[in-house]
């Protein structure tokens, strides 16, 4: 099966900066779209950027001209730089890959989660 490992959360005073990686492992054909969505407590899951399956970026109001979203096609890894960062964008990020693991076959994944937290 497909496997997706989150790192690079922590702790971080607002201004700075963090990089999280997300690494898909197993046996598959391709990777369609890889994304990134954050949780805060009390408020729905959203997304916070994404390639689509035709390799375009989407972001997240909030957060464009801030995070980055990059990907490494080799090591099937995706990357979310977040620089300027705000109080508001504490949560758990959770990366998404949409993987072809059969030639008809599309099915979601998702990282295990990872906390950012961004205080003075």
């Known amino acids: 099966q497909v496997q997706l490992v989150e790192s690079g959360g922590g702790l971080v005073q607002p201004g700075g900066s963090l990089r999280l990686s997300c690494a898909a492992s197993g046996s598959f054909f391709s990777i369609s779209a890889m994304g990134w969505y954050r949780q805060a407590p009390g408020k729905q899951r959203e997304l916070v950027a994404a390639f689509t399956s035709s390799g375009s970026t989407n972001y997240a109001d909030s957060v464009k001209g801030r995070f980055t979203i990059s990907r490494d096609n080799a090591k099937n890894t995706v990357y979310l730089q977040m620089n300027s960062l705000k109080p508001e964008d504490t949560a758990v990020y959770y990366c998404?890959?949409?993987?072809?693991?059969?030639?008809?076959?599309?099915?979601?994944?998702w990282g295990q989660g990872t906390q950012v937290t961004v205080s003075s």
């Open positions: 998404n890959f949409d993987i072809r693991v059969v030639p008809l076959t599309l099915r979601v994944y």
